[in-house]
């Protein structure tokens, strides 16, 4: 309809993957998928409870929200 979204308000944000279940295609060493949604966001090198880390390039991860949720925003951080 060509009217403007506002943009979500960050301090209302939720993390509705924090803490849910996780599986992954792959993983690299010991960074598990479930550290992708521990709330963990320090990227410091060789950090294995920051994230989820794969090497293959057709990894996939996958994050059960326990039912259909209506998702505003999606925010990755990288670090590497």
Known sequence: DGS???????ARSV???LGK???ATSTASSYSASAAVNGVTDCSANNTTTGWYSTSPTAALTVDLGSVQPIEELRVVTGY
Request: hydrophobic share 40%; charged share 25%.
């Open 4 to 10: 403007a979204r506002a943009a979500p308000d960050r």
């Open 15 to 17: 993390n509705i993957a």
């Open 21 to 23: 279940t996780t599986s």
